[in-house]
């Protein structure tokens, strides 16, 4: 089953673009199967998705890009956000008490958004984002091999604000994901890879070069 994890909605995410149902169209169109609307510390968007994931029958999950002392961490399956801002070991924790799962987002950007090292003492993460869109291929990299040093799942997601970026870099699950309890079962068994969008069809990651990943 390949699901975008990582995406944002226009409605709680003030730097994107994007409407729900527009991301729903990209994303069948594509071949995904799933996406994730990970809004920067808010799971406001939850009713709605919902109530257009029913009506489009596509299945839209609702998490969050949550912003720590170190970095962002992308969080599922807990029920509302901290109040205020956390260091990462802490919010690992919390979601883990919760029965959530966190993955380490873009951990090597240079834009002090990216945890860094931090993820390889973070006993409880749940996994580390080694594709993401908005990165360059060189600081992915380094992510796949920080999540390759703890035997950490690597994960793949968009990161979209833009139409174009939909979809361009993905995740595989291996059983299906009904719901945000099976999609935090499926993180925590790390039985994924990462895969990109390229002639049309999804493709394993691989040791892929830098010019081969583009829509």
Not at 69 to 80: I, T
Not at 105 to 119: E, S, V
Not at 144 to 159: K, N, V, W, Y
């Amino acid at each position: 089953m390949l699901i975008d994890m990582h995406l944002h909605e226009k409605t709680y995410s003030s730097d994107s673009i994007l409407d729900l149902k527009e991301i729903i169209h990209s994303a069948r169109n594509m071949g995904l199967d799933g996406i994730c609307i990970t809004d920067h510390d808010s799971m406001g968007l939850t009713k709605k998705a919902y109530d257009v994931s029913r009506e489009m029958l596509f299945p839209v999950f609702v998490g969050a890009e949550v912003l720590t002392y170190q970095g962002d961490l992308l969080v599922f399956g807990v029920n509302h956000l901290p109040n205020r801002i956390m260091d990462a070991e802490e919010l690992v924790d919390w979601v883990a008490r919760q029965g959530g799962a966190t993955i380490s987002a873009h951990p090597y950007r240079q834009n002090r958004r990216g945890i860094g090292d931090t993820l390889l003492s973070l006993d409880r993460l749940s996994g580390v984002e080694g594709l993401n869109g908005s990165t360059p291929y060189h600081l992915n990299r380094k992510a796949q091999e920080a999540a390759e040093r703890r035997s950490l799942p690597i994960f793949g997601g968009s990161d979209a604000h833009h139409t174009q970026q939909i979809g361009k870099y993905a995740t595989r699950f291996s059983s299906e994901v009904r719901d945000i309890k099976d999609l935090v079962e499926g993180i925590k068994e790390g039985n994924v890879e990462p895969v990109y969008f390229k002639d049309g069809i999804y493709q394993r990651m691989g040791m892929p070069k830098p010019m081969e990943i583009a829509v």
